[in-house]
């Protein structure tokens, strides 16, 4: 369909593409760029059922002052995957095949329907460091840890169409995406014509929107929504609210990109941006580089927006030729963008529901932490805000809203007499002690110090609260920008030059995004200095921002589990949550590369950076930060003579082929995978086990019990199974049956691909809080009517043996925080037929809908409390037997008490995914 008649012709160079123009829609000059996005791509996807006129209408007459109601659907262009969240979506579409076989259709027919891009980089783990053979040494820990995992992977690659798989040593998924997969501009051949429409996609990863600094809007879903977008199913979404950050000025002499975003994501948070859209615009952005940019997007998550996303200028057509992209593509996007007024024009401003403004010229050097990325700290703060952390413990683990409280952080001024910083020590010199006179002057004025000795590759030197024990250069979030990357290993050169060393406590790491990073630092001949003060590769892919971080140096770990020490990391990553970058380190800092390498001279939080040595010269000399920070001048002129476009056309030339271990796999043949029944780490899932072509009715629920009664806030990393698995869960119990060694458990993560693991981890958080079970912490219930408290997957099992249908009772934001498809798997596989919340968070409500789980609401102003439900009753749920379609609400009678729950099932896509018994099963129905 065309309602509009906006299909029309666009030549560039001999090549004609076929597009739907946005100027023959009233009103798109005001509207922003996000939303003329959107726009086209209802008017290209308009079908009368899906994509309506209505949906057109109600974009192109949206107005910033109105908040929008309406709902459209979103088809991206492509899925981005990386292997923790993409691995369970290869599993399912592989199941499905099984399944499209045991109803008597074509397995091929199961295959993307828009291309799929896998990108392996979350398995790395920095076991080896500060050698040179750190990169082989982890790559091949990682490869034996994960062959089941990749075998799978492989396989995919060479039997579906239109997916492909980046394999592992290759680089992070977002730096992948925004140095080689990201068109811009994508074109597809659609019967016989050459499309040209906007780069979109979805990707299953929070920072996905780091490509939104490239001009291409996309945003992090849970794997379901990327299972069902890769199978022609479109989003839902709510036309949303677009915030505009103004840019003006330039960024100061001696700050960086991480300055720079740390800064942005403190005023955004301030601004409460969440669920929103917000796009850059003004004089300034013409300022900030493709990179920075990119910087900015992929902290998007931090500050709680969808997508952060940047117009397509000079800037951009000037990093797709650095980045080796054809003539043709580029101009491509020049004339594309030009004629669908998606070209920046600071004079001509879009229209916004709100408008921020930022001088880039008030941007100063900056930290964030200890736990949350939005607490900014200047970095003339930095040893104050520590030292006010460290005298009250408490707020490590609950910071005040606002940030760490500056009078705490007052109260122990940098100028204080006695300094515990070691700032003079070296490795090859011992350590100044202080005197126990010293130590008691230091504890009557509050100063937190319990130092420990220790002897570190036969130095001895003192560990204490608020030293470094983490310095990593780390994430895509800094490592796809040169600037920060080369500044740092300026900075190396420099400090090397003068006889410095990093401090031996410390354990240095680099993870380059790509070997792109690799290549320019050997042109510019600065890996030695790299690699002098221990910053080795450690390997391509995510490591310390993601809890990869591997062991600390044995003698540090130990000095800090006996004493308790509360020591630190400093990051170049995006994401600092408390235990996430490593259990024994409370404190962590995000900071730009080159602060890194400065924090890992100095050794601690508590050297002020601005004004104390970072150490001593080879001949005894104070040598401070600002001696050893490179000029712009000279970071500017070590870019442009050593980052090349052929290091990115010749890096990428071979992407996809894998090293020898990859290579040599053992690979099944065929267009069904042959599953090893004994895998611990891929299974074939349950979903289609007994499914028949027609749908069965649906039925009422009668004699249902409570599987937990849970409060307000409940997040998905509560319900969905994360981090280590403890022996003595049911998760881990069940490896130990298999002959796994708990040292072999690996993570949640890794083992996504089995449902065994994760229907076992599902509601098992150690910080869940069941009503139904008082007085207990973790995935406990009682089983009912006997009461007998028990686990909450075996109070399920007993349940299922029993013919007991199951429901969970909550309270508020039910299911918010990330988009984790296995919050609403693993409830399904538990038995759970429906969930009773007073609200939800919007992307797991439509997940429960994808597994087949109702979600109920309660009625306006009512909640399990103000109606005396104690967990402890019989539910039943009547209305839905018999009706041809879902109606509004339905009637729910638990114990005594009776109401009418809220049905949020909340478009007719989703209904039909209800009938079907989930998502996988409605399109598994539609392709027979």
Request: aromatic fraction near 6%; hydrophobic fraction near 40%; proline fraction near 7%.
């Amino acid at each position: 369909m065309d309602s509009f008649s906006t299909r029309d012709t666009l030549t560039v160079g001999d090549v004609d593409y076929e597009i739907h123009r946005l100027d023959r829609v009233d009103t798109t000059s005001r509207l922003p760029y996000s939303l003329k996005v959107l726009l086209e791509n209802l008017l290209r996807t308009e079908d009368g059922r899906l994509v309506t006129r209505e949906q057109i209408d109600a974009l192109r007459k949206w107005r910033p002052d109105s908040a929008a109601e309406e709902e459209i659907q979103f088809s991206p262009a492509r899925v981005l995957m990386q292997d923790f969240t993409g691995v369970p979506c290869v599993v399912d579409l592989v199941a499905m095949r099984d399944a499209m076989t045991d109803l008597g259709g074509d397995p091929k027919k199961i295959n993307p329907l828009i291309p799929g891009e896998l990108v392996i980089d979350h398995s790395v783990i920095a076991d080896a460091f500060g050698r040179p053979d750190a990169l082989d040494i982890n790559n091949q820990l990682e490869f034996e840890r994960n062959e089941e995992r990749y075998q799978l992977l492989r396989w995919a690659q060479e039997s579906f169409s239109d997916f492909v798989v980046v394999p592992p040593d290759t680089g992070i998924c977002h730096q992948v995406n925004l140095e080689y997969l990201s068109r811009v501009v994508f074109t597809r051949e659609r019967d016989g014509v050459t499309q040209a429409y906007p780069d979109t996609l979805v990707g299953t990863d929070s920072h996905t929107p780091m490509v939104n600094g490239l001009g291409v809007l996309g945003w992090g879903v849970g794997g379901i929504e990327a299972e069902a977008a890769m199978l022609g199913q479109p989003a839902s979404l709510i036309i949303p609210e677009v915030v505009g950050l103004k840019l003006t000025g330039e960024l100061p002499a001696g700050t960086t990109a991480t300055d720079l975003v740390l800064t942005v994501t403190e005023l955004l948070r301030e601004t409460r941006v969440v669920g929103k859209f917000v796009e850059f615009f003004g004089p300034g952005v013409a300022n900030i580089p493709l990179a920075n940019r990119a910087t900015l997007g992929n902290m998007s998550p931090e500050y709680g927006a969808t997508v952060a996303i940047f117009p397509v200028d000079d800037v951009t057509l000037d990093y797709l030729r650095l980045t080796g992209r054809e003539e043709q593509q580029i101009a491509l996007v020049e004339e594309y963008a030009k004629i669908q007024g998606l070209w920046h024009d600071p004079d001509a401003p879009a229209e916004y529901s709100e408008v921020v403004e930022l001088d880039l010229a008030t941007v100063t050097p900056s930290i964030a932490g200890p736990k949350r990325p939005q607490d900014r700290i200047d970095l003339s703060d930095a040893p104050a805000t520590v030292l006010g952390l460290l005298a009250d413990e408490h707020s490590i683990y609950e910071p005040a809203e606002g940030g760490v409280d500056d009078a705490s952080a007052d109260s122990f001024p940098a100028s204080d007499p006695v300094s515990l910083t070691p700032s003079d020590q070296r490795r090859d010199a011992p350590p100044r002690r202080l005197s126990r006179e010293q130590l008691t002057a230091n504890a009557q004025l509050g100063w937190p110090s319990d130092p420990v000795d220790v002897v570190i590759n036969d130095t001895p030197a003192i560990l204490d609260h608020g030293d470094v024990v983490i310095a990593a250069i780390t994430s895509c979030t800094n490592t796809s920008n040169p600037s920060v990357m080369l500044g740092a290993a300026l900075l190396a050169k420099k400090a090397v030059e003068r006889g410095m060393r990093t401090r031996p406590w410390v354990k240095t790491t680099l993870a380059p995004g790509s070997r792109v990073v690799t290549d320019y630092y050997d042109r510019a001949g600065l890996t030695e200095y790299m690699e002098a003060l221990g910053f080795h590769n450690v390997g391509y892919g995510c490591t310390t921002c993601i809890g990869n971080s591997g062991p600390l140096i044995p003698e540090v770990s130990e000095a800090v589990t006996d004493r308790n020490l509360n020591v630190a990391s400093v990051l170049s990553g995006n994401r600092n949550f408390e235990g996430r970058i490593h259990p024994d380190v409370k404190m962590n800092f995000l900071a730009s590369p080159p602060l890194v390498i400065a924090y890992a001279l100095a050794g601690s939080l508590h050297t002020d950076l601005l004004s104390e040595p970072l150490g001593e010269d080879a001949d005894g000399n104070d040598v401070f930060l600002r001696d050893i920070w490179p000029t712009e001048e000279e970071i500017r002129e070590v870019v442009e003579d050593n980052v090349r476009a052929e290091m990115f056309t010749d890096g990428y030339a071979d992407v996809f082929e894998g090293d020898a271990n990859w290579q040599g796999m053992d690979v099944p043949a065929g267009d069904k995978y042959d599953w090893t029944p004994d895998s611990t780490y891929i299974r074939r899932p349950p979903y289609f086990d007994g499914m028949e072509v027609e749908p069965s009715p649906v039925e009422d629920i009668e004699g249902a019990r409570v599987l937990a009664l849970l409060g307000d806030s409940v997040t998905t990393d509560h319900i969905s199974p994360a981090g280590t698995i403890s022996p003595a869960s049911p998760a881990g119990r069940w490896l130990q049956e298999q002959g796994v060694a708990p040292e072999d458990f690996n993570s949640y993560g890794s083992r996504r691909g089995n449902h065994d693991v994760m229907v076992r981890g599902t509601f098992a958080n150690v910080r869940l809080r069941n009503q139904l079970a008082p007085g207990t912490e973790g995935g406990v219930t009682r089983h009912l009517p006997d009461g007998e408290e028990m686990s909450i997957y075996d109070a399920a099992v007993r349940y299922r043996e029993e013919g007991v249908p199951l429901v969970v009772v909550a309270g508020a934001e039910y299911g918010s925080g990330s988009s984790r498809d296995w919050a609403a798997k693993g409830t399904s596989l538990l038995g759970v037929r429906a969930v009773i919340a007073e609200s939800y968070e919007r992307i797991h409500r439509s997940n429960l809908v994808g597994m087949g789980v109702l979600p109920l609401q309660f009625p306006e102003g009512e909640s399990a409390e103000s109606l005396g439900l104690t967990g402890e009753e019989e539910f039943s749920v009547t209305g839905l037997a018999g009706s041809e379609e879902l109606p509004a609400t339905v009637t729910v009678r638990a114990g005594d008490a009776e109401f009418e729950a809220v049905v949020r099932v909340d478009t007719p896509a989703e209904e039909a995914y209800y009938r079907h018994g989930g998502i996988l099963p409605y399109v598994l129905r539609q392709l027979l």
